[in-house]
């Protein structure tokens, strides 16, 4: 299959950012799918990426137990932060984690001696294949279609339609929102991990504020009513500067457009079940 060989060897990088890319967006996709706003996933990203490879650089650590580390230590950090910063909710917790978010940028911008600074680290070990992206990306939704689907999926509903309801109705409130928080943070490492042993080089600037809005969009674009949503919008984020490129200079202004028309048009998402159920009834019905 010469094609395919041509194909992968052109664009393999591209398929494999689009399914880190659906790993970020589900993290996020988790605190929305709970009220939350947070806006801290680029920097938990950057954790992730950080630490798995600082562990595989100095120490030779093994691919999957740095994978394992470069999910613990954002997690570990979310649960730390999480006491304080998820007893406030809207604008005032998104300001709290975008703050945060910039902490972290800030932090391994100054560390040089370990982060290398503004200059990044280097020579990471291209230990990411196209399976262990793969991988990744099906048991992470397996596993949020199952949770989806349980008691704490339907707990999570009920706190993002009213948080003081869901309380009187005897749901924990504070501990399924560090639940969420807490593996929205994991997943963003492990696509951190999965990133920064595929390109060979990460720097501060990749995990700011930039990233964090580019992460919230792809879930908002697509929509969190299912998902697909997430990843639709991950997919159509990633590579609508590729399909753009033909536009040179203008490509950032036709992209914005076209995002502005997508959140102005279908505010629910381009995956919206209830909208494509009822498209599908016309259809039926014209027949």
């Given at each position: 299959?010469e094609?395919?060989?041509?194909?992968?060897?052109?664009?393999?990088?591209?398929?494999?950012?689009?399914?880190t890319?659906?790993?970020?967006a589900?993290?996020?996709?988790?605190?929305?799918?709970?009220?939350?706003?947070?806006?801290?996933n680029?920097?938990?990203?950057?954790?992730?990426?950080?630490?798995?490879?600082?562990?595989?650089?100095?120490?030779?650590l093994?691919?999957?137990?740095?994978?394992?580390?470069?999910?613990?230590?954002?997690?570990?950090?979310?649960?730390?932060?999480?006491?304080?910063?998820?007893?406030?909710?809207?604008?005032?917790?998104?300001?709290?984690?975008?703050?945060?978010?910039e902490?972290?940028?800030?932090?391994?911008?100054?560390?040089?001696?370990v982060?290398?600074?503004?200059?990044?680290?280097?020579?990471?070990?291209?230990?990411?294949?196209?399976w262990?992206?793969?991988?990744?990306?099906?048991?992470?939704?397996?596993?949020?279609?199952?949770?989806?689907?349980?008691?704490?999926?339907?707990?999570?509903?009920?706190?993002?339609?009213?948080?003081?309801?869901?309380?009187?109705?005897?749901?924990?409130?504070?501990?399924?929102?560090?639940?969420?928080?807490?593996?929205?943070?994991?997943?963003?490492?492990?696509?951190?991990?999965?990133?920064?042993?595929?390109?060979?080089?990460?720097?501060p600037?990749?995990?700011?504020?930039?990233?964090?809005?580019?992460?919230?969009?792809?879930?908002?674009?697509?929509?969190?009513?299912?998902?697909?949503?997430?990843?639709?919008?991950?997919?159509?984020?990633?590579?609508?500067?590729?399909?753009?490129?033909?536009?040179?200079?203008?490509?950032?202004?036709?992209?914005?457009?076209?995002?502005?028309?997508?959140?102005?048009?279908?505010?629910?998402?381009?995956?919206?079940?209830?909208?494509?159920?009822?498209?599908?009834?016309?259809q039926?019905?014209?027949?």
């Open positions: 299959m094609w395919f060989d041509n194909f992968w060897s052109v664009y393999s990088n591209l398929v494999l950012t689009l399914g890319n659906a790993l970020l589900l993290s996020i996709y988790l605190t929305l799918s709970c009220g939350m706003l947070v806006i801290a680029a920097a938990f990203m950057g954790i992730g990426a950080y630490t798995s490879a600082l562990l595989t650089i100095n120490s030779g093994p691919f999957p137990l740095a994978l394992a580390a470069g999910m613990a230590a954002p997690a570990a950090m979310a649960f730390v932060i999480g006491k304080p910063t998820l007893r406030l909710s809207g604008v005032y917790l998104a300001m709290a984690t975008l703050a945060f978010g902490v972290v940028r800030i932090a391994l911008l100054n560390a040089e001696s982060t290398g600074g503004a200059l990044g680290l280097n020579g990471i070990p291209q230990s990411t294949q196209w262990h992206v793969a991988l990744a990306l099906a048991v992470t939704l397996a596993v949020l279609w199952r949770l989806r689907r349980s008691k704490v999926g339907r707990a999570f509903e009920a706190i993002k339609e009213d948080e003081t309801a869901a309380g009187l109705m005897g749901i924990d409130v504070a501990a399924h929102k560090m639940l969420a928080f807490v593996l929205g943070a994991a997943i963003a490492g492990l696509a951190g991990t999965l990133n920064a042993h595929l390109t060979f080089f990460i720097g600037s990749e995990y700011g504020f930039d990233r964090a809005v580019d992460i919230l969009t792809m879930a908002i674009l697509g929509g969190i009513g299912e998902l697909t949503g997430p990843v639709v919008g991950a997919v159509i984020l990633t590579l609508l500067p590729e399909l753009l490129r033909s536009f040179k200079d203008f490509r950032l202004v036709v992209n914005g457009f076209i995002l502005v028309l997508i959140v102005l048009f279908l505010p629910r998402g381009i995956w919206d079940p209830a909208r494509i159920r009822q498209w599908f009834g016309k039926e019905g014209r027949a």
